[in-house]
Each structure stands twice: as structure tokens, then as C-alpha cells.
């Protein structure tokens, strides 16, 4: 060693740093890639890819590979750092060497190239992925001993690394992962996309119309009503039934009775003749399961039915497919129907409006795990029917009783503005544009 020029020593330790911060860099490119991103490239016939994603099928392999090479050069530099040491200024500059070499390390073998990789991951792992193919077939045997030493080691622990985990993204996990999507996704689409994925958590009494609201055909009535309700109505399909919807004999599409009507031959027994069987949908049915349902048995619209098979309301194909892509209507009398703004800022609300509506008009998030609407909401958090006037603090927002009638509140008045734990109060954006609309039985 002591013929060989300290030039090329010092040559030959630069190569080795720069080994080592190659080593370094491609093992956090690998290790950092976007696994569903490598995936798709891979599908689309990306060659490098396909090569990357084959090494990380076993990832004990390519990081024992990594790890042999890197501490190989590591060890090689810290030797010639000494020899080199030992000439310029002899025992004593081999802890200095040391720590110098430390430091060089770390900076340009360690840190840079580490964090270089973390922030461009594919530049630095689909180029290493063509070097590191040939050279594990090459030092496969002493790469296969360390990692039968390695994971046996691992399975004294109760690991297995036969396989690379690919564990599926959780709902929470892909919330995330569109929310974080940025400009990659219009914003609307990335809304329309979480909505798909919050119809596990919404079931159907969420958006259906409350037996109160439905409006349908009374075979008790006499022909000359129910044709005057016909001609009149902004729905084209209907429930029929005798004197109250308990009593439902079927669902009407209206496109059916024009016939009828236009030659004056309608009767109580031809709405009974065009009536298609009812259906009827369980309370508690999740919406993507019940648009699943709509779709296999051929239907736009059912009746939801409690335990004791009592009637609680009606929901439609649209109901669910507006949790999806927002309100149809662009009617802004049927959207302003539940919701009135104030002259100080505030909202005048039914008690009636649901829940899951205002916070989509509003802005505001009122918890949607318990009662469906607002009446049900203040009544469950006051215990007791309140009185006019009667101001409370739910769930952050400023609430006033405006009236109150038949053991209900009528109409609740809710301040725009979110109060903080900490004090800080915070203008809610936006303007009302919904609330419970009528045109759930059907298209308009």
C-alpha cells in the first residue's frame, strides 16, 4: 500500500463515497416509490417499471443486496481513510480521519443523496433498477445467505418476509389519498368521489322523504280529484294507496295514465290495473347497497319500512344519486324551501329540514349519527320539548327556538358561525342552495 500515490488513494476514497451515496439514494428511491403509481406503469407496459416492481416483489432480497454493498464500500473507505491519515500525519490523524470521514459520509453519502431520493423517488429508482437486476443474479448465493441469516432472525420474532405485504387501502386511507390529489383532480370530481365513499356510512332513512312529506294518489278520493292532482303534479312517479300510505296498493308512473286521460277512461280499478307492486326497502339499508338493490331489481323508487313493517317514507334512485353529484333542481324556490336568510346573517330553518341537508347548504358540520333532523336534533340534546325563545349551543353553533307547535319545533334559527374550544370563532362560508326537496318521487 505504500507505493500506491496518495493521489490515488484519494481518488479511489471519492469513488467509494460516491458508491455509497448511490447505495444510499437508490435504496430510499425503492423503498419510497408510489406503489399504485409503480403498479399502474407497470400495466402500461413501462419497462423500467416492470423491472422495479419485480425487484420489490421480494424486498428482503434487493435491500440484503443494498445493505452488502453499501457496508462493503463504507468499510473500504474507512480503511483507506486511515492509510491516508497515517501518511499525512501519522497516529495521531486517525481519529481526526475518522471523524472526518464521518462527517463526509453522513453530508454526501447519508443525508443529501437520501433526501434527494425521498423527493424524486422514480429518477433515482427506475435507473438503479437496471443495475441491480444483473448484479443480484451475480451475488445471488451470498445474498441468499444473508437473508436465510436475516430472516430467520425475523421469524424469531413472528415475521414473515416470504412476500411483500399489499395490504388494501382502508376507506379512511383512500379519503386521504383523493382528498390529496390536488390539481390532479378537478375538486368536484375529488367531492363526488368522497360522497361515493360515504354512502357505506348514510343509509336510506338519511335521505328519504318522511311519511308526512310523501305525496301519493288516495284511491278514497273521487276520480275527479285524484285527475286534477295528476294533471298538476311535478312527479312522475306516485304512490297508491287506500286512505293512508300504510294502506299502499302499488307505484304509478304518470307517462301510464296519460292514455287514460287523454281519453277521459280514467277509474279507481284502471289506477289499480297500471299499478306496479310496491317495494319496499328495510330501515338501516345502506345507500350503496340499496343502489345496488335499485339496479338488480330494475326499480327508481321504494318505500322504507321499519321492523314492525310500518311505513317511515319513500326513497328514490335520486335521492342516492344526489348524495353522489349534489341537488338536480335548479329551482331556487325548491331549494330555498327549508332555509331563509336573515337580514343579521343567520338561517331561519324548518325543524323538519334534515340534517345531512343543511350541512350540505350550510357549510356546518351537525352530527348525523343520531336524528335526521334538526327537530329530532335539538329535542335529543334538550330532553324536552323547548319553548320559543330558548337559545342552546349545538354541537359548536348558536341555535334559537323561533316556534314550536304539536310537541315539535317548527322553526329553529342557526348563527353562521362555529365556535372554537379555544375561543376562536370562525365565519362559515358559502350560501344555502338545498334543503328537503319534494322531487324525490321520481323525475320532475
Do not use: C
Not at 207 to 230: A, C, F, K
Amino acid at each position: 500500500m505504500e507505493n500506491i500515490p496518495l493521489s490515488a488513494l484519494l481518488a479511489a476514497l471519492v469513488l467509494l463515497i460516491l458508491l455509497s451515496a448511490l447505495f444510499s439514494a437508490s435504496e430510499t428511491g425503492l423503498m419510497t416509490l408510489n406503489r399504485y403509481r409503480l403498479r399502474h406503469l407497470a400495466k402500461a407496459g413501462h419497462p423500467a417499471a416492470i423491472r422495479t416492481q419485480a425487484l420489490l416483489q421480494r424486498p428482503d432480497r434487493i435491500i440484503g443486496l443494498i445493505l452488502l454493498g453499501n457496508n462493503f464500500v463504507n468499510i473500504l473507505a474507512s480503511s483507506l481513510t486511515t492509510l491516508i491519515a497515517l501518511r499525512l500525519l501519522g497516529e495521531a490523524g486517525i481519529a481526526l480521519g475518522a471523524l472526518i470521514l464521518t462527517l463526509v459520509i453522513l453530508i454526501f453519502a447519508e443525508v443529501a443523496p437520501k433526501t434527494l431520493a425521498a423527493l424524486h423517488p422514480e429518477r433515482i429508482a427506475f435507473p438503479a433498477a437496471f443495475v441491480y437486476v444483473p448484479l443480484l443474479r451475480i451475488l445471488y448465493p451470498l445474498v441468499w445467505i444473508i437473508n436465510i441469516l436475516a430472516n430467520a432472525v425475523l421469524r424469531l420474532g413472528g415475521v414473515s418476509p416470504s412476500h411483500a405485504s399489499h395490504r388494501p387501502l382502508s376507506m379512511e386511507e383512500l379519503r386521504t389519498l383523493v382528498g390529496e390529489a390536488g390539481g390532479m383532480i378537478p375538486r368536484q370530481h375529488q367531492q363526488m368521489l368522497l360522497n361515493i365513499l360515504d354512502l357505506e356510512k348514510a343509509t336510506v332513512e338519511d335521505v328519504m322523504i318522511p311519511r308526512n312529506e310523501v305525496v301519493g294518489i288516495d284511491l278514497t278520493d273521487d276520480i275527479d280529484s285524484i285527475r286534477d292532482q295528476l294533471l298538476h303534479t311535478q312527479y312522475t312517479r306516485l304512490p297508491l294507496f287506500e286512505s293512508t300510505i300504510d294502506q299502499v296498493v302499488g307505484m304509478i308512473h304518470v307517462r301510464h295514465l296519460l292514455p287514460l286521460l287523454q281519453e277521459d277512461r280514467l277509474s279507481h280499478d284502471g289506477l289499480r290495473t297500471i299499478a306496479r307492486a310496491p317495494y319496499f326497502i328495510p330501515e338501516g339499508t345502506s345507500l350503496n347497497r340499496q343502489i345496488l338493490n335499485f339496479q338488480q331489481e330494475g326499480r327508481r323508487s321504494g318505500l322504507v319500512v321499519d321492523e314492525y313493517g310500518d311505513i317511515l317514507g319513500l326513497v328514490t334512485l335520486e335521492d342516492i344519486l344526489e348524495e353522489i353529484i349534489g341537488e338536480f333542481t335548479t329551482d331556487p324556490a325548491a331549494l330555498m324551501k327549508d332555509i331563509s336568510v336573515e337580514a343579521d346573517g343567520s338561517y331561519l330553518v324548518t325543524g323538519s329540514a334534515s340534517v345531512r341537508e343543511l350541512n350540505r347548504a350550510l357549510h356546518i358540520q351537525l352530527p348525523t349519527d343520531g336524528p335526521k333532523t334538526l327537530n329530532g336534533l335539538i329535542l335529543e340534546y334538550m330532553e324536552a320539548i323547548p319553548e320559543p325563545g330558548t337559545s342552546l349551543l349545538l354541537a359548536g353553533y348558536p341555535v334559537e327556538i323561533v316556534q314550536t307547535r304539536d310537541n315539535v319545533v317548527r322553526t329553529a334559527r342557526i348563527q353562521p358561525r362555529l365556535h372554537r374550544p379555544g375561543g376562536e370563532d370562525r365565519n362559515v362560508s358559502g350560501s344555502p342552495h338545498g334543503g328537503q326537496e319534494g322531487d324525490g318521487h321520481g323525475e320532475g
